[in-house]
């Protein structure tokens, strides 16, 4: 099997799992080669959404060849107008600096953690985007991020 086969299989059950009646948006975006490069942005178009009302959460699929044990990711809100709300970043916890292992669920070598972005939801937003913000021009190890909202 090759990676990108197993990588999609994965993203495949972990759908028809998580899937449930307080999730009001979920979507991921993947990476060939498992590499977010340092221009690519991350877009998660929200404008066909009726309400946002929610808590925002941050998905990280990631394997063990991810070199650092955190990843910062700046999260941008803009509304219909492309007008920034909020720009923002977060520290996304992958491995436990204690231990040294893999935070967050999986199987084999990729797992998939997630992390409540605490700030408020501005109810205007439409647009997220996501950026990798750890100074590397690509980051090995990174599968896909995603942006979830569920119901408060």
């Known amino acids: 099997m090759t ?5 999609s299989l994965l993203g ?8 449930g009646k307080d999730r009001v948006f979920e979507e991921y975006h993947s990476f060939e080669g498992a590499n977010w ?12 959404l009726d309400s946002l009302n929610g808590q925002a959460i941050i998905g990280v699929r990631y394997t063990e060849a991810y070199p650092f044990s955190n990843c910062y990711i700046k999260v941008i809100y803009r509304d219909s107008s492309k007008v920034v709300l909020s720009d923002s970043l977060w520290n996304v916890p992958i491995f436990d600096k204690q231990t040294g292992k893999p935070i967050g ?3 084999g070598n990729t797992f ?26 690509q980051l090995e190890g990174i599968e896909a991020v995603g942006f979830k909202v569920v119901k408060p």
Do not use: H, W
């Open 3 to 7: 990676k990108l086969y197993q990588a």
């Open 105 to 107: 669920d999986g199987f």
């Open 37 to 48: 490069e340092e221009s690519d942005s991350v877009k998660f178009d929200l404008s066909s």
């Open 12 to 19: 495949i059950v972990l759908l028809l799992f998580s899937c």
């Open 112 to 137: 998939t953690t997630y992390d409540t972005l605490s700030f408020p939801f501005p109810a205007s937003t439409r647009e997220v985007i996501f950026l990798q913000y750890m100074r590397q021009p």
